[in-house]
Structures are given as structure tokens and as C-alpha cells.
């Protein structure tokens, strides 16, 4: 596999993607939709993308992952697909009975430039029953932006402001960003362990991760419900994680009802978790309290223990921006050296005065005194070709590093999404310190794995 | 049946065999209702699977990006040589593409490409974006093609114009326009020469079927497409019969190749010991030479000599079992009936996305009394049924596995993420093994169990 990358980088003016790093906006905006309780995720196009989407989330999961199709059909690409959506929503409700039906466009049915707002308006929807919409034009943005407009859409629809001027309730909202339902927890648990009230959406906890219990559930105990989100507008303050798939729908709730809020990384590695961990502690003036001070403890000792298995290592990181700055943060504090950093999401446009994914990470790089290959809306040729031009003792992402793990013969971490060869994953938390914990394993076991297959026979130990 | 809700409109989707019930003709091929939760893809996902193999074919994606992503890589058929057709190119179309039109930007990528992999033909798949804006894929292509001298063809798979069938259709298509008319004199080879349709060399199943064919004395031309390669399209003419495994995808190509070179086909099945052996035995009959005839026999002889005693070994743990298959085409659900009833197992629901009315008639013929069968059936159908006529197994794709696992109901992928060949006689052997494996494994205990509430 991947025999025909060349070693000389080439000129690539076309635009072109080989081997693409990132999908297409509905998958996130789907995703997106899971996170809200009983919800339909409903795909405004042809059946085709739907079907994909849905695969995709599918294998990642491992669970039945839910969504309709408008279905449509050459007419309806003609004609427009009001007619279509508004059976769809008829049909949904009468079959499939969710309290919510999240509707993402296509590329099809933007192109065609349906109204959603107004056919949502002109159709039946039976009372306590409620349609939203978010456009995911996927010529725009990639995956990140799809689940990034549909969380904006929760806040634009949703939202209100119940108390009277300027009071806000105890609360903070959390924005979790595209990251695992095991994620979600471990936020959630974390910010429990502050005593602090919050309310988190979308979660996907509970639904894409649904335990078994020999029923299938069309709609799983997990999510947020609507109440919640009408709630958000009320609370005192919002905490947006990673920006790429977050701040949107933070800046609206700050817009629309006047909340403050931070924008701040995913809570991967020691140091964002803390920076987590002290905007609650700033905005409630409680205390870390003790078992989280030790969870923090633990870590450090683990990166004590483990520091002279990743100095000076050189590593390349791949995936969501989101959760590929804060894991190049994160490789940083643990001595290494992330020398080519990619992500398929174009990085900046989205970004509201706050700079680019390309400037975050170079800085980050600079201040470390590491000088590395950055790129946003690249892809895994390009990646593949940055190894061989300087070669990485660890590769970091999704599934897809697989190909250029073996064909350069590198020990691989899966991290991210979409993974798609290996079970789990949405499992286990990479977040907080417990998940900054698993990381390690998984990285050093990697990196001592691979010592150990390599070593001659007068080289091997038993003890590392 | 009747206790059962159906989504308005898919009355006439669903039958239960039986005096007491309607009877068929069931409805097919027809456009899914919008709102459903259907299960089915696009046509451009057909052609692309039919396609895809070419091993050594430059397959670009002329769209946004997701269609591209998704079909990177997802169907594990191997190859034997380069694997260019294992790389994912797309033109990821953006904004301002869809606006102003996306020929531009189609020939830059070929620009790109083309000398840089150098490959022996280009297949450019327009997607439905594609299909609206109006790119005049055409031109493009037959501009490339004449600029490098290699064959740059369209595919014209919008998703929108209709199902998956179509998409199969138009690869045929495609296909068909690299054939060349036949060169050598078919009498003067030694050895017949067949063509295989229809087997995508999932797990290297077309090298299975390739090497009893071997044996039997008949040479294999080209497979369509697992592990094909441009030079071996072009020669397909030169072959005095086809044979087909998947109908669904590849009895358009045959008919088209009966109709221009005089080749004719027959359908076969290599899903299960009785299925492969019939198949044999047909094409060595087709060849009326008694050497191979005799060798047919001896073949299966032989290989029934080795598989048999395995697969009733399978078959005393398996009897009485029920299954329920929902697959993509017909002919495998039709193979899948008789591949259960040799390991002891009866199908109690049997469902295809893109089967025809045809072979919905031999499935009606086929199945027992009061077996459900159902077109272009939804998650939703798929767990009534599964569950009102006690399934023991469901039989189906990516979607279904989780839907199966969640109702505590075992499962066989017989789509794309299998890994083990599931055709010939070792693949009778393995597909037993599966469903012996999944049916009889320990989990299914815990799913049962469970800890009551309180108890601990
Ligand atoms: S058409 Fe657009 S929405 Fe559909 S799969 Fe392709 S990129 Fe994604
Ligand atoms: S856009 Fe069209 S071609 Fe692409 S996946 Fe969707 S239905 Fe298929």
C-alpha cells in the first residue's frame, strides 16, 4: 500500500485531495444530533449519503446509529425537496416516533437551495413534537463544521432566557465538542467531582454507547433533552471545548442571551485538563477537591515514572484540529517532539479573531523550541510525504495512519476519529487526567513494543 | 403480520408466505418512502463497487468530499499486484466550485494525476452535486484522454437518479465501452476460457473459484472486477462463456456481451456446498467435454470428501437454529436459503435491498410457510420480524451487525467486512464455522443472565 507516494514533495495546484483526513458535514451534524435525547437525525438529500453516513458512524460506535432520509429522487432534485421533507417529517413521526427530529442538508439539497425553514414551518408536527434544522453544506468545512453548525443550530432554536435581566442561574454549559461518548462522561464526572451544576450538549453518552440489554432502542436513555436546552440561556456561564467544533454555538448563547463564555481546548493531556478544571473553579469559587487533586497527582507521577520513554521522541499527529492541538500539547509536556502536525478541517476561517489551527500549533511548537511541518486542510498524501522526507519514531490518529504506519514501518497510536479497525475506542476516555493516563499507556506501550521486537538478542531485558 | 405497523406506503414491500397471507408478487425496485430509515446506498455507491476493483484503474471522485471519503478503501477486495485503486482521490469540490462550476478544477486534478501515477485508465465518478451543476463531464474526460492517450472515462453516477441497480448498470456500461472485439481464435486454446462476473475478491474469493476451474481444466480470462486489471477488460471478448455470480451487479454486462460478441451466460452460485457443486457441474457440461466433466466429478468428490465431515459436524450443532438474511441481492439471498438448510438451519425472514422481481419469485418458491420476506427493508422491519419469527442469526451488513448484537441475536457479515472467504467449499466451511462461532458463543449467556436488581 501506498507504494506510489514519492519521497519529492510535488506541486499540487489543483485543490485535489489524495487520501483524504477529513468527511463531510453531515456526519458531524448526525452526530451532533445523537446527542439529543430521542431525537431522529434526518438527512435532507439522496439516499445515498445518508447510507453512508450512517455506515460510518455505524463502524466507529458499533452501535445502530438511527437517521432518515428525505430519499430523494431526480424529481425532487429538479423541482426542489420541500415536498420531499415534508412528507419525511410526516412519515418520521408517524413510524418512528422521536420527541425531535434534527434535519441536516446535503450537498444535493443546498446546491438546489431548498428552504427548510419554510417547508419545517408548512408541515404537520404533532404537538410536544419538535423539527430543527442546521445547513452542512459539505463543500464547506468538513465534519468538524457540520457538528459545529448543528450544536449552533441547538442554540439558535433552543435557547431562551426564562429570568428576569442580567440574573443567571448556578450552572455552567458545556460544550463538549466531537469527541467520544466516554469523553462526555469523563467531562461530566469530572465537573461533578467540583459539586458544580452543569448541563452538557449535545452528549452522546448513553446513546451511541447504549448498554445491551437484549431490547434495541430507538432512542436510548442518553441525551440532552429540549428543556435542557431551553435552559442553556439561563446559566452563568458556558464553557466551549475545542473551538473548531464549539465556539460557534458558544458565541451564539452569548449573543443571544447574554452568556459569558471560554473557549478553551479539548481537555487532552495535564495541562488543558487543569486550564478545564480552573475556569470552573474561577467561575464558582469552589476548591479542586481532593480526589481530583489526587487523580492529578497520579498523573504526574505516571509522567515521572515514564518521562526518558518519549524524550526526544519524534512524533506526527493527524486528525481533528480540536483534539490534534490539544494532543500536540499534550505529546509537548511529555518531552516529545511533534514534527509534522496535520488536520483535513481548513483551519482559520472559522475562527473568530482567535487565529488559525496552523498559527496555534506553530506557536506552540515555537515556544518549545521545536520547529515542525503544520498544515490545515491537508491530507494524508501530503502527511505520507512529510514522513519520508523526515521520518517519526510514533504516528498519532485515526484509523486511516494505518496505511502509512506500515508502508514506513511506524509504531501507530489510534486516537481520534473515525476508528475503524479496532473496538473500544469510544469507551474509553482520552480526556481529563485518568484519560491523559490511558494515553500513556498506549503511547509507551507502542514505543517499548517496538524496542523490544527491534532489539538483538543481546539487547533484549526483561526489565525496561 | 397484521399486528405488525408498516410505514404507509410499504404494504406492498413486505409478504409472509402462506395460504393464510397474501402471496406474492411483492413490490421492488421501486424508490424508497421518504422519511425512511432505509438501508439502502446511491448510484454511485453501486458503480463504485463494481468499479473499484480494477486494481491498477486511477479512480477520481469528482465531488465534495464525502463521497470520496467514505469509499476509500471500505470494500476489502484484494489484489495480487499495485493497488492503486486503494488511494483516495477526490476533487473535494468547495464553494465556490459548486458556483462557478467544477470542469476547472476536474482537468487541473487530472493534470495532476494522470502523469504522476501514470496509470492505464482513469474512471471519474460524478456525484450528485456533479449531476446538478451540470459539469460537463464528458468533455472534460475526452479532453484528458486525448492530451495523456489513456482512456479517461465518465461515470455518470449522480446518486439522486435512482438506486444503487443503476449505478451497477452504469459501471457496466463503462465496462463495457473498454472491451475490445476478440482477437484470438477461440479454437485453437487447448482449454476453454470463461469469463467470471460478479465476484469482487472479497478475501480472495474470485482465486477460490479461479483455482477449481483450474483444476477442472477451464482458464479464467477475467474476473469482474476482484483483482482485475485494465489489459485483462480490454481481452474479456475472448471468451467463449460467461459466468455470473452477483446478477445483481453484472447481468447487465453478460447481456451486453451476449448481444454484441455472442457469448453467452449462465448464472451461478458458489454460497454453500450444493450451490458450488451444481455450478460446476453446469459450466463443464457447457464445455461438453467429457475430460472436464470427468474432472468436475473428481473434484467435487474430492472436495466433498474434505469439507463434509466438517460441516455436519456444524450441522448437529446448528440444527433446528433459525435464520433471517438481509443482503443486498437476491441470487445470494436465494443461495443463502439453500446454505441453511445444509447446515440444519431454517430461514425465517429472508430480505434483499436490490433484488429483482425474478428472484423474488424463486424466494416465494423456495422458502418454507410463513417465512417473512421483505424488499428494501428498514431497522425498524428488520427487528419485528426478526424477533415475531425467533431468530436465532440475522445475516447482513455493516448496519445490521449492532442492530443484531443489540437484540442479543448473533451475526454473519456477508457484505464488505468479512474476512475470511465465504465462497467455494472452504467457504462453505467457513460460513458454518461463523455461524456456529456467533450462535454458540458464550456472550450470549451474559446477554441472558444479567444480574437482577438488588440481588448483589
Ligand atoms: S454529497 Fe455531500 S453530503 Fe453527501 S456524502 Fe458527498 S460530500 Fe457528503
Ligand atoms: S451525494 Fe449523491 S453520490 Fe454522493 S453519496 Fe450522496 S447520494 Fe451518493
Known amino acids: ?464 | 403480520m397484521e399486528d405488525v405497523v408498516l410505514l404507509k406506503g410499504r404494504e406492498q414491500f413486505v409478504r409472509q408466505k402462506g395460504e393464510r397471507h397474501q402471496t406474492l408478487p411483492i413490490s421492488c425496485g421501486a424508490e424508497s418512502v421518504a422519511g425512511c430509515v432505509s438501508q439502502r446506498a446511491c448510484v454511485y455507491c453501486g458503480a463504485r463497487v463494481v468499479l473499484n476493483p480494477v486494481a491498477d484503474a486511477l479512480h477520481l471522485v469528482h465531488g465534495p468530499i464525502g463521497c470520496a471519503s467514505y469509499t476509500w478503501d471500505i470494500r476489502g477486495s484484494l489484489n495480487s499486484g499495485k493497488s492503486l485503486y486503494r488511494e483516495g482521490f477526490s476533487t473535494d469540490l468547495r464553494e465556490k466550485d459548486i458556483i462557478f462550476g467544477g470542469e476547472t478544477k476536474l482537468a487541473a486534478a487530472l493534470d495532476e494525476l494522470i502523469p504522476k501515477y501514470q496509470p492505464p485508465v482513469v474512471f471519474v465518478y460524478s456525484t450528485c452535486v456533479v449531476g446538478i451543476i451540470g459539469d460537463d463531464l464528458d468533455a472534460v474526460c475526452k479532453a484528458a484522454a486525448e492530451k495523456y492517450g489513456v482512456p479517461v472515462l465518465p461515470v455518470q453516477s449522480s446518486g439522486f437518479v435512482g438506486t444503487k441497480s443503476i449505478g451497477y448498470q452504469t459501471a457496466c456500461d463503462v465496462l463495457f465501452k473498454l472491451i475490445e472485439p476478440p482477437t484470438t481464435k477461440l479454437l485453437l486454446r487447448r482449454r476453454p476460457v470463461i469469463n467470471y462476473l460478479g465476484d469482487f475478491n472479497l478475501a480472495g474469493e474470485a482465486w477460490i473459484i479461479r483455482s477449481y476451474l483450474k483444476k477442472i481444466g477451464i482458464d479464467v480470462n477475467v474476473v469482474f472486477t476482484g483483482d482485475s486489471r485494465y489489459e485483462e477488460i480490454r481481452r474479456a471478448a475472448n471468451a467463449e462463456l460467461n459466468i455470473i455470480q452477483c446478477a445483481g451487479s453484472m447481468f447487465y454486462l453478460a447481456q451486453k456481451l451476449e448481444e454484441a460478441y455472442h457469448i453467452p451466460f449462465m448464472q451461478v452460485s458458489f454460497l454453500g456446498v450444493e450451490d458450488t457443486a451444481d455450478s460446476l457441474r453446469k459450466i463443464a457440461r457447457f464445455t461438453n467435454d467429457p475430460g472436464i466433466i470427468r474432472r468436475t466429478e473428481e473434484v467435487i468428490a474430492a472436495e466433498l470428501r474434505r469439507v463434509m465431515p466438517d460441516i455436519s459436524g456444524y450441522r448437529t450443532a446448528l440444527s433446528g437454529k433459525k435464520a433471517a438474511v438481509y443482503v443486498g441481492g437476491g441470487f445470494k439471498a436465494i443461495s443463502l436459503i439453500r446454505q441453511f438448510r445444509e447446515i440444519g438451519m431454517e430461514v425465517v425472514m429472508v430480505g434483499t435491498q436490490t433484488g429483482r422481481r425474478e428472484d423474488y419469485e424463486i424466494i416465494g418458491d423456495i422458502a418454507n410457510d410463513g417465512t417473512i420476506i421483505l424488499d428494501d427493508a428498514n431497522p425498524a422491519e428488520l427487528e419485528r420480524f426478526m424477533l415475531t419469527q425467533g431468530a436465532d442469526l440475522l445475516v447482513g451488513g455493516v448496519k445490521e451487525r449492532p442492530l443484531a448484537y443489540k437484540l442479543g441475536i448473533a451475526f454473519v457479515d456477508h457484505n464488505h467486512d468479512r474476512k475470511h472467504p465465504l465462497a467455494g467449499f472452504e467457504g462453505a466451511v467457513n460460513f458454518a464455522h461463523e455461524v456456529y462461532t456467533t450462535i454458540c458463543s458464550p456472550v450470549w449467556n451474559a446477554v441472558k443472565g444479567g444480574v437482577v436488581r438488588g440481588d448483589l
Open chain 1, 1 to 464: 500500500m501506498l507504494e506510489y507516494t514519492p519521497k519529492e514533495m510535488i506541486k499540487r495546484d489543483s485543490g485535489g485531495m489524495i487520501n483524504p483526513a477529513k468527511t463531510c458535514q453531515p456526519v458531524g451534524a448526525m452526530y451532533a444530533a445523537l446527542g439529543i435525547h430521542s431525537c431522529l437525525p434526518h438527512s435532507h438529500g439522496s439516499q445515498g449519503c445518508c447510507s453512508f453516513h450512517r455506515m460510518h458512524l455505524t463502524r466507529h460506535f458499533r452501535d445502530p446509529i438511527m437517521a432518515s432520509t428525505s430519499s430523494f429522487t431526480e424529481g425532487a432534485s429538479v423541482f426542489g425537496g420541500g415536498a420531499n421533507l415534508k412528507t419525511s417529517i410526516k412519515n418520521v413521526f408517524a413510524i418512528y416516533n422521536p420527541d425531535v427530529i434534527a434535519i441536516h442538508t446535503t450537498c444535493l439539497s443546498e446546491t438546489i437551495g431548498d428552504d427548510i425553514p419554510t417547508a419545517i414551518r408548512q408541515s404537520e408536527i404533532p404537538e410536544g413534537k419538535v423539527v430543527f434544522h442546521a445547513n452542512t453544506p459539505s463543500y464547506q468545512g468538513s465534519h468538524i463544521t457540520g457538528f459545529s453548525n448543528m450544536t449552533n443550530a441547538m442554540v439558535t432554536y433552543f435557547s431562551e432566557t426564562k429570568l428576569a435581566d442580567g440574573k443567571k442561574e448556578k450552572f455552567v454549559n458545556i460544550i463538549p465538542g466531537f469527541v467520544n461518548p466516554a469523553d462526555m462522561r469523563e467531562i461530566k464526572r469530572l465537573t461533578e467531582e467540583m459539586g458544580i451544576k452543569y448541563i452538557m450538549f449535545p452528549d452522546t453518552s448513553g446513546v451511541v454507547d447504549s448498554p445491551m440489554t437484549g431490547k434495541f432502542e430507538m432512542y436510548p436513555s442518553g441525551g440532552t433533552t429540549i428543556p435542557e436546552l431551553k435552559k442553556t440561556g439561563d446559566a452563568k456561564f458556558t464553557i466551549s471545548l475545542g473551538r473548531f467544533a464549539s465556539q460557534m454555538a458558544a458565541e451564539s448563547l452569548e449573543k443571544k442571551c447574554k452568556i459569558p463564555f471560554v473557549s478553551l481546548k479539548e481537555p487532552i493531556g495535564i495541562k488543558a485538563t487543569d486550564e478545564f478544571l480552573m475556569a470552573l473553579r474561577g467561575a464558582f469559587a469552589t476548591e479542586i477537591p481532593e480526589s481530583l487533586e489526587c487523580e492529578r497527582g497520579q498523573l504526574v507521577d505516571v509522567m515521572t515514572d515514564t518521562h526518558f520513554h518519549f524524550h526526544g521522541k519524534k512524533v506526527a499527529i493527524f486528525g481533528d484540529p480540536d483534539v490534534v492541538t490539544a494532543m500536540t500539547e499534550f505529546c509537548l509536556s511529555l518531552g516529545m517532539l511533534p514534527v509534522h502536525v496535520l488536520t483535513g478541517t481548513p483551519g482559520g476561517a472559522l475562527g473568530s479573531g482567535l487565529g488559525g489551527f496552523e498559527q496555534e500549533v506553530k506557536a506552540m511548537l515555537n515556544e518549545a523550541g521545536v520547529c515542525g511541518n503544520v498544515k490545515a486542510a491537508g491530507d494524508l498524501f501530503t502527511l505520507h510525504q512529510w514522513i519520508k522526507n523526515e521520518p517519526v519514531d510514533l504516528l498519532i490518529g485515526n484509523t486511516y495512519g494505518k496505511y502509512i504506519a506500515r508502508a514506513e514501518d511506524i509504531p501507530f497510536v489510534r486516537f481520534g476519529f473515525p476508528i475503524l479497525d479496532r473496538a473500544i475506542h469510544p469507551y474509553m476516555p482520552v480526556t481529563g487526567y485518568r484519560g491523559a493516563l490511558r494515553l500513556i499507556e498506549q503511547i509507551s506501550d507502542a514505543l517499548l513494543d517496538r524496542c523490544d521486537r527491534d532489539a538483538a538478542d543481546e539487547d533484549f531485558e526483561l526489565v525496561m
